[in-house]
């Protein structure tokens, strides 16, 4: 028997129970995708995204990495956020980490893990940035629940200072970036009530105009 026979029984018995519900469900998602929201989350196989906002496929547009983490070097993470503004013109883009995420712990402990140190470099900078606050938090759990908000926070902004997400508000398409957190221990969703809709409320830094130039403010 194959040794992934059962998920593929589990595949068969979703698509005829899915079909049962809706006859028309397959047909109408194999003609085209119009999502209006783009998930940018954790590869935690915990944290599924539509699973927790109860949405069907077809209705997100999803990426994943560790740590949910949108760094401007990430082509993979660029492309998918370019596809999702420019054509499939998504009104939403969600940053939503976790708490207990474990790229954040592995970030905090010190120890090596290999070539993934590279990549939670980022997650220590953050930490940096706002060592003062974190390390005026005395309890572990609650100092790491911290850090992983305000990654979320950071990647709010990295996602808000990209060309794709600026290069839309300035033709006046409607994109607006939101940092939520998922909690392992409830199932719930917390609105960490970052949402950035314009460039008004990004640094004057990061604001780019069409001639390259800095914008004011």
Not at 35 to 48: A, K, T
Not at 67 to 92: E, G, M, R
Request: aromatic share 6%; net charge negative.
């Amino acid at each position: 028997m194959h040794p992934l026979q059962h998920l593929l029984d589990n595949n068969r018995r979703w698509s005829a129970a899915r079909r049962e519900l809706d006859p028309g469900f397959f047909s109408r998602l194999a003609q085209q995708q119009s999502p209006q929201y783009l998930w940018i989350g954790c590869s935690d196989s915990r944290v599924s995204a539509t699973a927790i906002i109860g949405l069907d496929p077809g209705e997100v547009f999803v990426h994943r990495n560790v740590a949910n983490l949108v760094v401007h070097t990430d082509v993979n993470c660029l492309a998918v956020l370019q596809y999702a503004v420019d054509v499939l013109q998504i009104k939403h883009v969600i940053v939503c980490g976790h708490y207990d995420c474990g790229g954040v712990l592995a970030a905090m402990s010190g120890q090596p893990h290999g070539l993934i140190d590279n990549w939670l470099r980022n997650i220590k900078d953050i930490y940096y940035d706002h060592a003062t606050e974190m390390e005026a938090i005395v309890d572990v759990q609650a100092r790491t629940d911290r850090l992983c908000e305000l990654n979320v926070v950071q990647q709010v902004a990295n996602v808000c200072h990209t060309t794709m997400v600026q290069d839309a508000w300035r033709r006046g398409q409607s994109v607006a970036v939101h940092g939520w957190i998922y909690g392992l221990h409830d199932g719930c969703i917390h609105d960490l009530e970052v949402t950035i809709e314009g460039p008004e409320q990004i640094r004057s830094l990061y604001r780019v105009a069409p001639s390259g130039l800095l914008l004011a403010g």
